[in-house]
Every structure is written in structure tokens, then in C-alpha cells.
């Protein structure tokens, strides 16, 4: 499969742990987006890289939260002290192009803070 | 604030029938209007629309953007069961941001 790949698919964490997810975009896309998906909502950028370069980030994303992409690759979000209200879907989405249709997003992790 | 609004936020239909999903969108510095597909995990693309006025097809599903108005649908006829998903409509400001609604839950019976 040469789609963005996601791990884990799920995660179950008690509040205040830290958790880590991975995603791989597609090979050769050079731009890289983290989204988050609360039941009900339409997804919510949050940050996103141009090769090891972070762009962007979105006021949602609060000091807890940080991404890196640091060889232009794969990506790593960090939540720090997890809680209650960062249960969510995270998606990633990868571009080779600049236009948003390009995106491609993965399957997603699903964080369960308890 | 930017925003997309979508509706209704629910539908539930028989197969066969004819549904129209409404998008209206406010946001600065709009660049195209694009219509995803979600069923349980990633959103897949279905359209990218630019212009006004001009419709974009594939198979039974359509839709056209009103820049004016600041509105999109998405019309799906003669439904099936396999039409049953979360359907998002997200708007594209400077570039490659997007903004999305939140969706409308599309429930097709047979």
C-alpha cells in the first residue's frame, strides 16, 4: 500500500500522559498536514510542513502539542499531559503539489484520553 | 471569523431517491470549494470547484459553486446503500488551507 500510513490506528491513554503518533505520507510529497477530528466535526488544521520546514501552526494547538518532520519524511505529533478534551481523530494528510485537492489524507489515529 | 456551514447535519433516505447537500462558506482570501467523502476513516476527494456556475460530475454525484451566493451543493441521485457516509465540504483560503464544515451524515436504506 503507497497511501499516508498512520500509527497506531488507536490509542487509549489516562490524562497526563504523553502520547506520540507517526504518520508516513505518501513517498516523494513534500508537504505534510496534521488535522483533528472531534465526533461530529469536520476536521481542524492544525499545523503543517513543507519538507523538514513547519510552516504553520494553528492557535489550537496549544504548548502540550508539538510535530516534527525532522528529515522531511515521516512526522511525529506530541501531546504532552494528555486530556480529557484532546480525544480526537488525528489525521494526516500529505501534498507533492501546492493545491489542496492534492492532499491525501491516512486512515487516522483515534485517541481515547481517559 | 472564517467559517463553512453545512446542511442539513443529517439525512436519511431510501435508495433510489435524490439528495442535495447544501455548503455555505464565509472566509477571506477563497480559493476553491472541495467536496470529501468520509465513511469510517480517511476523506476521500470527490470535487474541486473554482468557478462559478460550472458543474463538475462523476457518475451520479454533481455539484456546483455559486461565488456570489457563497454556497456549493452536492447532489447525489438515484442513491445506494454504498452513498452512505459523512459527506464535508471544506473551503481553501490562500493556499492549501482548508477550512471544513461539519459534515452531513448521509444514511441510505435499501
Known amino acids: 500500500d503507497t497511501g499516508v500510513s498512520q500509527n497506531p490506528r488507536h490509542k487509549i491513554t489516562k490524562r497526563g500522559q504523553n502520547v506520540t503518533f507517526r504518520c508516513d505520507p505518501i513517498?516523494?510529497?513534500?508537504?505534510l498536514y496534521w488535522y483533528r477530528q472531534t465526533l461530529g466535526q469536520g476536521p481542524e488544521f492544525l499545523t503543517y510542513?513543507?519538507?523538514?520546514?513547519?510552516?504553520?501552526k494553528s492557535r489550537l494547538l496549544s504548548d502540550r502539542f508539538s510535530a516534527e518532520r525532522p528529515k522531511g519524511s515521516f512526522s511525529t505529533l506530541e501531546i504532552q499531559r494528555t486530556e480529557q478534551g484532546d480525544s480526537a481523530m488525528y489525521l494526516c494528510?500529505?501534498?507533492?503539489?501546492?493545491?489542496?485537492?492534492?492532499?491525501?489524507f491516512g486512515p487516522g489515529t483515534r485517541l481515547t484520553v481517559t | 471569523e472564517d467559517k463553512v456551514v453545512q446542511s442539513p447535519l443529517s439525512l436519511v433516505v431510501h435508495e433510489g431517491d435524490t439528495v442535495t447537500l447544501n455548503c455555505s462558506y464565509e472566509?477571506?482570501?477563497?480559493?476553491?470549494l472541495l467536496w470529501y467523502k468520509q465513511e469510517k476513516k480517511a476523506p476521500t476527494f470527490l470535487f474541486m470547484l473554482?468557478?462559478?456556475?460550472i458543474e463538475k460530475k462523476s457518475g451520479r454525484l454533481s455539484s456546483i459553486l455559486d461565488k456570489k451566493e457563497l454556497f456549493s451543493i452536492l447532489n447525489i441521485t438515484a442513491t445506494q446503500t454504498g452513498d452512505s457516509a459523512v459527506y464535508l465540504c471544506?473551503?481553501?483560503?490562500?493556499?492549501?488551507?482548508?477550512?471544513f464544515g461539519t459534515g452531513t451524515r448521509l444514511q441510505v436504506f435499501p
Open positions: 472566509v477571506t482570501n477563497f480559493r476553491s
Open positions: 473554482t468557478s462559478s456556475g
Open positions: 510542513f513543507q519538507n523538514e520546514a513547519q510552516l504553520e
Open positions: 513517498s516523494e510529497h513534500n508537504r
Open positions: 471544506a473551503a481553501e483560503y490562500n493556499t492549501d488551507k482548508l477550512i
Open positions: 494528510a500529505s501534498s507533492l503539489g501546492r493545491d489542496a485537492y492534492e492532499q491525501y
